[in-house]
């Protein structure tokens, strides 16, 4: 896999479709492939789209791609399907409503499984990521899974975060609640031509004026500054605050995506003032780290768990012998292989 590091570097599709095979496949090479590609990373701007199954958001992904590709960027996009737990397999069908973006040499998509991951990412989407980075792709897009509330995972990948509704979706705003609200960097209400556009915007600022205290006038952001209620939707950057702005657009017709398109590029000028761009990266790879360090840790632990120790544990705790507490204790004081 070593040798497919500089036809990649050159652009070659080909050796970049394999090493993204490589990657989620986590086969044999993968790994040194990407520490050889690290250090030509860190230069794409990531944004991730996510937001309830239903909402657009291939769609949107597809109208933004467009839209850059106008501009004369390259583009990356990365999206993630849920993975099936009774069959194991995955439809990846996402592709097929970017019809639009098809023979773009300038565009590159990539389906890839969660594969039993929870969050809305796959465990392998920041090394593809990484990849399409170190390919020279100006802009990656990463569309989740589409899974609700707790998909948050997002975030730590992304430097900026687009969260998209839809009006009709239910109770107002019920899938983007206390947790995936706050990490809209953008907040989008993707087919804004429906009945209750109005309704769905008004519940997301209400949201969002709730989860900043309102003071005479004034709002609280969430990195800890003031700002006034009767903002513009594209306040003017400001090193010490970031406001995520309500945009409405309409996909397949283009509608409101150029201020999409804005929108995100003054989100990357804040990050890019102060210290914010640190700040997020250091939290991003500390978050990372711990996650792989994890892993690394159980698989260790289990490989050096004696034979049966897992099955007579489990056959005692079905027995009621032991509660799952004792059981999980029980484990860290036997002793290892």
């Known amino acids: ?45 990531i944004i991730g789209v996510t937001g309830s199954p239903g909402t657009g958001k291939s769609s949107l992904v597809n109208a933004i791609a467009q839209a850059y590709r106008a501009q004369g960027k390259t583009v990356g996009i990365i999206c993630v399907d849920p993975t099936s737990p009774f069959t194991g397999g995955a439809i990846l069908g996402d592709r097929i409503r970017m019809r639009d ?64 509704d839809a009006p009709g ?64 939707p594209l306040p003017p950057v400001d090193d010490s605050m970031w406001i995520p702005p309500i945009l409405r657009t309409v996909a397949p017709e283009g509608q409101g995506i150029p201020e999409v398109l804005a929108a995100v590029k003054q989100h990357r000028d804040y990050l890019d003032q102060g210290n914010h761009r640190h700040q997020l990266e250091r939290h991003q790879v500390e978050f990372e780290l711990l996650t792989r360090l994890e892993a690394a840790l159980m698989a260790r632990f289990l490989g050096a768990l004696p034979p049966q120790a897992m099955t ?7 027995a009621r012998e032991l509660d799952p507490a004792a059981a999980v204790e029980a484990l860290l004081k036997l002793p290892k292989s």
């Open 1 to 45: 896999m070593i040798e497919i590091v500089p036809a990649l570097l050159a652009g070659d599709r080909r050796a970049l479709a394999r090493l993204l095979t490589r990657i989620e496949n986590e086969s044999p090479g993968a790994a040194e492939a990407l520490a050889a590609l690290y250090p030509h990373t860190g230069r794409a701007h």
């Open 101 to 164: 973006l098809a023979g773009d040499a300038g565009v590159f998509i990539r389906s890839m499984a969660t594969r039993g991951s929870l969050g809305g990412l796959s465990r392998t989407a920041r090394d593809a990521v990484r990849a399409l980075d170190a390919a020279g792709f100006d802009v990656i897009l990463i569309e989740t899974v589409g899974a609700g509330q707790s998909e948050v995972d997002i975030v730590r990948a992304a430097q900026t975060t687009l969260v998209v």
């Open 169 to 232: 979706m239910g109770d107002d705003v019920q899938a983007i609640k206390a947790g995936i609200l706050e990490i809209a960097d953008v907040l989008v209400v993707n087919k804004a031509d429906r009945p209750g556009v109005d309704n769905t915007v008004r519940a997301l600022r209400t949201m969002i004026e709730t989860g900043h205290p309102v003071r005479r006038g004034q709002m609280t952001t969430h990195h800890g500054q003031v700002m006034h209620l009767e903002a513009d």
């Open 312 to 318: 007579e544990l489990v056959d005692r705790v079905r």
